[in-house]
């Protein structure tokens, strides 16, 4: 679309049920967070698992590719990228003008592409939304924990993180 001059060539679009969409313009809140928390998984996972930033998640049966801010891969092989060995355990959106369609259509898109977990950093009110148990086109748990909390990934429970650390020190754009 952007060699056929439809969009600009730097206009940041994702696939979501066969629509382009628009994606919402990064501030430096969502840079600093969406950062943080690829350091900090790559760091924790080396070796034992693939974390990509921003980078398309292709689910054909449901005609989407979304660009997730931080995707983890069981498969720590690069060479699995856009392959069936290319396995999500973990995505993580960070929101802030993002916030009702992070909670809404992309939690729905999630759970129908079964990715086992689902997590929304919404710098808005400093929570983390945990999404689990995707069966029949949604999850069936989710916990809003905040930034005294503590949380594990379910694919990697041994990984206890402060929810803090998943937060910019400001919270201003």
């Known amino acids: 679309m952007a060699e056929a001059g439809i969009l600009h060539p730097d206009e940041r679009v994702e696939l979501l049920w066969g629509v382009v969409c628009r994606m919402s313009p990064k501030n430096r809140a ?9 350091d900090l ?5 080396e070796g034992r698992a693939r974390v990509y930033k921003e980078d398309p998640l292709r689910v ?18 690069i060479e699995a990228f856009g392959t069936e060995g290319m396995r999500p355990l973990l995505v993580v959106e960070v929101a802030e003008s993002s916030l ?8 729905v898109l999630y759970a129908r592409a079964m990715v086992p977990e689902y997590w ?8 983390l939304e945990v999404f689990r148990d995707p069966r029949d086109g949604r999850y069936h748990e989710r916990l809003s ?4 909390s ?11 993180l402060e929810v803090s650390a998943l937060f910019p020190n400001e919270v201003t754009s």
């Open 100 to 107: 009702p369609r992070d909670l809404g259509e992309k939690a």
């Open 41 to 45: 998984f790559r760091g924790k996972l």
């Open 120 to 127: 929304v950093v919404s710098l808005i009110d400093r929570l």
């Open 30 to 38: 969502n840079v600093i967070a969406a950062n943080r928390i690829f």
């Open 60 to 77: 054909e049966r449901l005609d989407c590719e979304p660009e997730p801010d931080v995707m983890v891969c069981a498969n720590p092989d």
């Open 150 to 160: 503590r949380v594990s990934p379910r694919g990697w429970p041994e990984m206890e």
């Open 145 to 148: 924990l905040g930034a005294s």
